[in-house]
């Protein structure tokens, strides 16, 4: 069975800086495209960041020069390192696998970040 969990969210002054971390279990990281996405309250979710199998990445402009990207497969991890952190970044953040050939598609349930002094 697929499991995808988020975790690491917080509250954090505006300027500080959060890593989140984004654990696969029952699936061959590798032959994932993973990404991470962001839902504010009122808002539609929206993507924030994406990496590719082979470790290619890209960025919602918003976050860009801010958020970094990175994954690990042989640990089946996937992480986002945030920092200088506005105000509006305050969301729910979710972690996405979608598999490279196939349709499975994976999220998970979510971790809170709160940007706020």
């Known amino acids: 069975q697929v499991q995808v969990v988020e975790s690491g969210g917080g509250l954090v002054q505006p300027g500080g800086s959060l890593r989140l971390s984004c654990a696969a279990s029952?699936?061959?990281?590798?032959?994932?495209?993973m990404s991470w996405h962001r839902q504010a309250p009122g808002k539609e979710r929206e993507l924030v960041a994406a990496?590719?199998?082979?470790?290619?990445?890209n960025y919602a402009d918003s976050v860009k020069g801010r958020f970094t990207i990175s994954r690990d497969n042989a640990k089946k991890q996937v992480f986002l390192q945030m920092n200088s952190l506005k105000p509006e970044d305050t969301a729910v953040y979710y972690c996405n696998a979608k598999h490279i050939y196939f349709h499975d598609d994976y999220w998970g349930q979510g971790t809170q970040v709160t940007v706020s002094s």
């Open positions: 029952g699936l061959t990281l590798s032959r994932y495209a």
């Open positions: 990496i590719t199998s082979g470790g290619s990445p």
